[in-house]
């Protein structure tokens, strides 16, 4: 009987110190701790031109248990542009327990501009030509980069089978929401340019209200062995009115009545200098 108390003072002892190491291993496994974190006020304002790791700047994270957990703070979400150019950021971050906090702040980055359209060639064809317009637009954005594989037909009016200009109206988004539209005129002719009517570029953009020089943008004019001609003999017509916006198309022509050929030059006045 002595032995019989005996054994069960002993087996409630190791209960007691099993319950007492069991209540502290579930404690320690499961912290209710949550990260805190803690920001400087206000938008935090970038410029197109800092790292990434800009974006993360006056932000920080504590946790009760694990510490300062700044270098743990991740990117979870970025929304879509708001009207200022600013988006919402939202951060996350987790302690050694797997407990995580998130926080969100407004962003905006000072110097964005839209996504900009590029044209390596004239968009000049003769009759019965594949139309391959798409093959030498470029689209650049100032933050996603290259997104020229992300460049929309709206609307294609271009008939291969007969002379004229007609209007393609193009359309790109980059990952933050902004879209930018551009209308670019195909032209179609019934014989090939005699003559090469070069630009320096044939997609410009001019700020609302700009002047606007049409003549400094030829780079040559030369016949098919490229021997130089006359540039005063160029001609340029076109509805461009700076002070609206839109996508406006201006023709440069050469004849000097034995030799002929055009270039196309669209125009896009925008509000925002690019």
Request: include cysteine.
């Amino acid at each position: 009987m002595r032995y019989f108390r005996l054994f069960s003072v002993i087996f409630l002892v190791f209960s007691l110190l099993f319950f007492v190491w069991a209540n502290y291993q579930f404690n320690k496994n499961n912290n209710t701790d949550f990260p805190v974190f803690s920001a400087t006020d206000g938008v935090l304002e970038l410029s197109i031109n800092d790292p990434y790791e800009a974006i993360f700047e006056g932000l920080s994270a504590t946790d009760a248990t694990d510490g300062d957990l700044t270098k743990d703070i991740m990117v979870a979400s970025i929304s879509h542009f708001f009207d200022d150019y600013s988006v919402n950021v939202k951060y996350v971050v987790f302690d050694s327990h797997n407990n995580s906090s998130t926080f969100t702040r407004k962003v905006k980055y000072t110097d964005y501009t839209s996504p900009v359209f590029t044209l390596d060639t004239p968009p000049v064809y003769t009759l019965g030509r594949s139309f391959d317009l798409l093959n030498h637009i470029k689209v650049q954005d100032c933050l996603d980069g290259d997104i020229s594989g992300r460049i929309r037909v709206v609307s294609n009016m271009v008939n291969n089978y007969s002379t004229g200009n007609y209007p393609v109206l193009l359309e790109v988004t980059n990952s933050f929401g902004d879209v930018s539209q551009i209308t670019i005129w195909v032209s179609y002719l019934s014989k090939e340019n005699s003559v090469s009517v070069k630009l320096h570029q044939y997609i410009v953009y001019v700020e609302k209200g700009e002047e606007f020089d049409p003549y400094k943008w030829i780079s040559s004019v030369t016949d098919r062995y490229a021997v130089e001609l006359d540039e005063s003999l160029v001609e340029i017509q076109g509805n461009l009115d700076v002070n609206t916006l839109g996508s406006y198309q201006l023709i440069y022509s050469y004849n000097d009545g034995k030799l002929s050929g055009q270039s196309p030059l669209t125009v896009v006045v925008t509000e925002r200098e690019r």
